[in-house]
C-alpha cells in the first residue's frame, strides 16, 4: 500500500504511435513516459491509435489514459474528443481547446491580441496561390513581410515542412516543400535571436513555468533532424537569460496557457530577439518526451521527476472526472 503522500498505483494506458509524420517521435516519447510511470508502480501498456483502441478501452477501462501522440489527432483534440466521450480520464488539454494551440494562426493571434509579441505573419493556401498565381504572390509576400522569412505548415509539429527563405528564388522550392505538409502555409518574419522552450504544468496549485531551455543547434531551423539526433543541438538548461528575460519567458508561456484555454501541461516555443524581448512562436498540448526533447530538460531542471510529475497529472485528471 502507498505512503499517504504517495499516488497508488493506476492502470494507465499510454497512447503512442498514429499515422502521421512524427509517429516515430511519439512511439519514443510513449516509451519513454512508459517506463517513467512503471518506475513509480503503475501498471502501463502502451497502446497505438488504431482501428483496435476504442474495442479495447471500451473492454480494458484503464484507470486513465496518457496521450504522447505528436500531430494529427494527437494535438487536433480528436484523441481527446474519443476519451472523454468513453468518460477515461487523462492528463492535458479538453479536445475543444486543443484547436486553439493546434492551429498557428489562430494561437498567434490571440497572443497578439492579448498583448504579447509574434512575429508578423500572413498564411495563404495552395489554391490561393494557383487561383492567383504564384509569381504576384511570392512579390508581394517579399514586399510585404520582406527577407528573410520563415515558411512553415499552418498545423503540425517537430519543425516538418519548415524553411527559412533569404532570397526570393527560394521561395517556389520552399513553399512546394512547406505545402506538402499542408494546404495552408504561414508565412512568418524570421527574427534573429534565442531560440527557448518553456513548460508550464499545473497540477493542482495554477499553471507555473518550469526553467526555460535554450537551443543551439546548426542552420537557421530547429529542424527535425537537429531535434532528434542526439549531438546535433546544444542545450542550456536553464536558458542563458538575465534575470527580466527569465521573467518574461516564464509570463509569455503562463499566459499562453491560460489565453489559449490549456490544461495541465504545455510547452510554448518562443524567441528572444536582440532586443531582448521573447516573442511568441507556438505552443504544443503534446510536447515530446524522448531523450532529446525539451519538457524532460525542463522537469530535471526544476528537480522533479517525470514519472513524479505524470503521475500528479494522471491523479488530478481522475479527481477531475469524478467531479
Known sequence: MPAADEP?????VVLAG???????????SGSRLAE???RDGHDVTVR???SDLVPWLASQRPDAAVIALHGGRGENGAVQGVLEMMGIPFPGTASHDCRFAWDKPTAKSLMRRAGFPTPDWFTLSHSTFRDLGASSLIELLVSSIGLPLTLKPHQGGSALGTNVVRAAGELPASLVSSFGYGEVVLVERFVTGREIAVTVIDDGSGPRALPAVEVSFP????????RYTAGMTTYHTPARLDEAGRAAAAELAVAAHRILGLRDVSRTDAIVDESGTVQFLEVNVSPGLTETSLLPMAVEAAGESLGGLYSRLIEQAISRGKR
Open 36 to 38: 517513467s510511470l512503471r
Open 18 to 28: 498514429g499515422l502521421t509524420h512524427e509517429r516515430d517521435v511519439s512511439l519514443r
Open 48 to 50: 497505438d491509435a488504431d
Open 8 to 12: 497508488p498505483s493506476r492502470h494507465v
Open 219 to 226: 542552420g537557421d531551423v530547429f529542424d527535425y533532424d537537429a
